[in-house]
Antibody
Framework: EVQLLESGGGLVQPGGSLRLSCAASGFTFSSYAMNWVRQAPGKGLEWVSVLSASGASTFYADSVKGRFTISRDNSKHTVSLQMNSLRAEDTAVYYC??????????????WGQGTTVTVSS | QSALTQPRSVSGSPGQSVTISCTGTSSDVGGFNYVSWYQHHPDKAPQLIIWDVNERPSGVPDRFSASKSGNTASLTISGLQAEDEADYYCCSYTGTYTLVFGGGTKLTVL
């Protein structure tokens, strides 16, 4: 079964850091770009970042550029999101999502259940 | 990058059809045939229902169809069923290696 399982969410103070992880199973992880998408309370989905299959290319939403870093370990089938300088507006459920074989621009076909990040003092 | 514009809510009775619009600009929706749609039930993982403007993943009923004209994409759900009640999001590639989602539309099945 194709599956993504996020972990690492929690409560963190403004200015703090948190590292999210996503464990993949059921597909050839190293062949697909991986994304993070978030949903703030009462708000819509917001794309956060993408990492190419090889790990060579990364792209970020302007709202997190310079503060968040996406990475992957193809040997462990995991993708991570290092979040620094966290702000209240980063409070959200964070989803890990797999890109279609054609590319992430075409669509995201597998999603995890999400992990909740709360930034508050 | 501003979010794509979707109606906040739509509704329909079982068996009817509804259409959800998604308006962007020539820099996103209008510039590329890379519009996708997602169905999101509360407390569940979002599900891809349309990719590349009008392609359906296997397992998605053909009651779901989509199209694009200019800077506006549309999702049509025909033969509405109770289980279609959910939030629906469009998403587009922006040409600067990023993606942008719409604000989401809540579908109510009356």
């Amino acid at each position: 079964e194709v599956q993504l399982l996020e972990s690492g969410g929690g409560l963190v103070q403004p200015g703090g850091s948190l590292r999210l992880s996503c464990a993949a199973s059921g597909f050839t992880f190293s062949s697909y770009a991986m994304n993070w998408v978030r949903q703030a309370p009462g708000k819509g989905l917001e794309w956060v970042s993408v990492l190419s299959a090889s790990g060579a290319s990364t792209f970020y939403a302007d709202s997190v550029k310079g503060r968040f870093t996406i990475s992957r370990d193809n040997s462990k089938h995991t993708v991570s999101l290092q979040m620094n300088s966290l702000r209240a507006e980063d409070t959200a459920v964070y989803y890990c999502a797999k890109a279609l074989p054609r590319g992430y621009y075409s669509g995201l076909d597998v999603w995890g259940q999400g992990t909740t990040v709360t930034v508050s003092s | 990058q501003s979010a794509l514009t979707q109606p906040r809510s739509v509704s329909g009775s079982p068996g009817q059809s509804v259409t959800i619009s998604c308006t962007g600009t020539s820099s996103d929706v209008g510039g590329f045939n890379y519009v996708s749609w997602y169905q999101h039930h509360p407390d569940k993982a979002p599900q891809l229902i349309i990719w590349d403007v009008n392609e359906r993943p296997s397992g998605v009923p053909d009651r779901f169809s989509a199209s694009k004209s200019g800077n506006t994409a549309s999702l049509t759900i025909s033969g509405l069923q109770a289980e279609d009640e959910a939030d629906y999001y469009c998403c587009s590639y922006t040409g600067t290696y990023t993606l942008v989602f719409g604000g989401g539309t809540k579908l109510t099945v009356l």
